[in-house]
């Protein structure tokens, strides 16, 4: 299963980064594409994919309409699924859950592939695998209500990618407290370069005794407390080394 697939405007992260990627681990076919919603970040490179590896199906947000998700898509309209709470995949031993595709529709107000209400919609996903729980919000920025009622006996070990990539609008202080996740991801170049972009996320980690690893995918850098110091070690030879450097 593949979710998302980045941008196109500024090189295709489709035929630059994600197929590249699934040919360098083996994957010659992907049995579901997820589209969490019809925003250019998450599904321009969706075209370079689908001409690139056969995909099985395509998952979007029940109720939007598949033209949204651009031509590569809507042409293979026999292979897409509307999804809504309850729906999941299992594989291996994990499953992936759809908890939401936000309630209301924004769609029509918005229009096609505009305005917030387009976020809204997301689906969000969770994996779980035995003990662990990772919780995909999509770009909802209503706050953790989206994720619905936890279950006696939900997972205890969660990995929190924060909201529309960690935008401080999609409430990620509440996300942090609804999941109390052992590791909170932040998807954002902004997170690389300028350190961090939700500081007071970040500010409230170090100071409850979290550590904070950024990375551009060449380097990594690590963070034990506010004013530690950036140690810039190369990523490819802090993982050579067994990654203890970092
Ligand atoms: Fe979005």
Same mark, same amino acid.
């Not at 083996?26 to 969490?36: A, C, E, F």
């Not at 107000?109 to 809204?120: D, I, K, L, Q, S």
């Not at 689906?123 to 003990?131: A, Q, T």
């Not at 990539?165 to 902004?190: F, M």
């Given at each position: ?6 941008s196109?405007?500024?090189?295709? /992260?489709?035929?630059r ?8 681990i ?11 919603h ?5 599904v321009?490179?969706?075209a370079a994919?689908? @001409?690139?590896?056969? =995909? @099985?199906?395509?998952? *979007?947000?029940?109720? *939007?309409?598949?033209?949204a998700f651009g ?6 309209a026999?292979r ?13 031993? /994990? ?5 939401? !595709?936000a309630?209301g529709?924004?769609w029509g ?8 209400? =387009?976020?809204?919609r ?10 662990v729980? =990772?919780w995909?919000?999509?770009d909802?920025?209503?706050g953790? @209500? +989206?994720?619905? %009622?936890?279950? +006696?006996?939900?997972?205890?070990? #969660?990995?929190?990618?924060l909201?529309?990539?960690?935008? %401080?609008?999609? +409430? ?7 999941? /109390?996740?052992? =590791?909170?991801?932040?998807?954002? !170049? ?6 961090n ?5 970040? @500010?409230?980690f ?6 904070t690893?950024r990375?551009?995918?060449s380097?990594?850098f690590?963070?034990?407390n #506010?004013?530690?110091?950036d140690l810039?070690?190369?990523? /490819?030879?802090?993982?050579a ?6």
């Open positions: 299963m593949v979710i998302d697939c980045g196109a405007l500024r090189g295709d /992260a489709g035929s980064i994600l197929s590249p990627f699934l040919r360098g083996g994957v010659r076919k992907v049995d579901i594409l997820v589209l969490t019809p925003h250019e970040d998450h321009g490179g969706a994919l689908l @001409d690139e590896i056969p =995909v @099985d199906e395509i998952w *979007i947000p029940e109720g *939007i309409p598949v033209e031509d590569s898509v809507a042409k293979r026999f897409v699924r509307g999804k809504s709470a309850g729906d999941a995949f299992s594989a291996g031993g /994990a499953s992936v859950v759809v908890r939401s !595709s309630p529709d924004r107000a918005n229009g096609p592939g505009r305005g917030r209400g =387009v976020n809204e997301s689906l969000v996903l969770e994996i779980r695998y035995g003990l729980s =990772v995909l919000p999509g909802v920025e209503q953790p @209500d +989206a994720w619905g %009622p936890e279950r +006696a006996g939900e997972r205890r070990i #969660r990995f929190l990618f909201p529309h990539h960690g935008s %401080p609008g999609a +409430a990620p202080d509440a996300w942090c407290r609804a999941a /109390a996740p052992a =590791v909170t991801v932040s998807q954002n !170049s902004n997170c690389f370069t300028r350190r972009l939700v500081p007071s996320v970040q @500010d409230f170090l100071e409850n005794g979290a550590f690893i990375s551009d995918g380097e990594a690590c963070e034990t #506010r004013h530690a110091q810039g070690v190369p990523l /490819a030879a802090s993982l080394r067994g990654g203890k450097s970092c």
